[in-house]
């Protein structure tokens, strides 16, 4: 937590109010914008919304702590993706030694949504070609084609600029590494 010579007079008062907070019903908490209007309105305090948000995401957790309040460690699996219907595609470097020799590569990767099942191919190549048959190779290994969206994290391999305001792309000539970048 970064120090803050504007937030200390109100230190105390944002504790109390956090305090306070640990046995009101959860609709009547203080958020974030409720202590900052009022310090505003109360103590006439001239602060900037993310100062007091540093300052309240730190103490919240240390109050309910000392008080014994503090919630259980725990997390949520949440699947909202059908099986079978959402993948992700990335496309990166990858640095392998090939025959003794340190060689770049380019890893296509595949992973369905829902089960987390991955499909990894390696090539020498991060034209289009090597892509495509990428793609190819998924889907033959996978058994079938994703029946929703497939969505892309990195396109530089397949695509070497993208038109702005536009639908175009211009793609690179096989075999050559391009950034994908916005014309302006």
């Keep these: 937590m970064r120090p803050s010579p504007r937030l200390d007079p109100f230190k105390e008062t944002i504790d109390e109010w956090l305090l306070g907070d640990l046995e009101a019903p959860p609709k009547q908490r203080h958020t974030v914008q409720r202590i900052l209007n009022g310090?505003?309105?109360?103590?006439?305090?001239?602060?900037?919304?993310?100062?007091?948000?540093?300052?309240?995401?730190?103490?919240?957790?240390?109050?309910?702590?000392?008080?014994?309040?503090?919630?259980?460690?725990?997390f949520v699996i949440i699947r909202h993706h059908q099986p079978?219907?959402?993948?992700?595609?990335?496309?990166?470097?990858?640095?392998?030694?090939?025959?003794?020799?340190r060689t770049k590569c380019f890893?296509?990767?595949?992973?369905?949504?829902?089960?987390?099942?991955?499909?990894?191919?390696?090539?020498?190549?991060?034209?289009?070609?090597?892509?495509?048959?990428?793609?190819?190779?998924?889907?033959?290994?996978?058994?079938g084609v994703p029946g929703g969206h497939i969505r892309y994290d990195n396109l530089s391999p397949a695509i070497s600029r993208v038109i702005h305001k536009s639908r175009s792309r211009d793609e690179p000539p096989p075999g050559v590494r391009s950034s994908a970048s916005t014309t302006r």
């Design 39 to 74: 310090l505003r309105q109360e103590c006439g305090a001239e602060i900037a919304y993310t100062t007091v948000w540093d300052y309240v995401s730190h103490r919240r957790r240390e109050i309910a702590e000392a008080a014994g309040a503090a919630p259980a460690a725990g």
């Design 84 to 101: 079978g219907t959402d993948a992700e595609v990335d496309f990166g470097e990858a640095w392998v030694d090939l025959a003794g020799e």
């Design 107 to 143: 890893v296509f990767a595949l992973r369905l949504a829902y089960s987390g099942k991955a499909v990894h191919r390696i090539t020498t190549s991060c034209g289009q070609e090597a892509f495509l048959h990428g793609h190819v190779h998924a889907f033959r290994t996978l058994g």
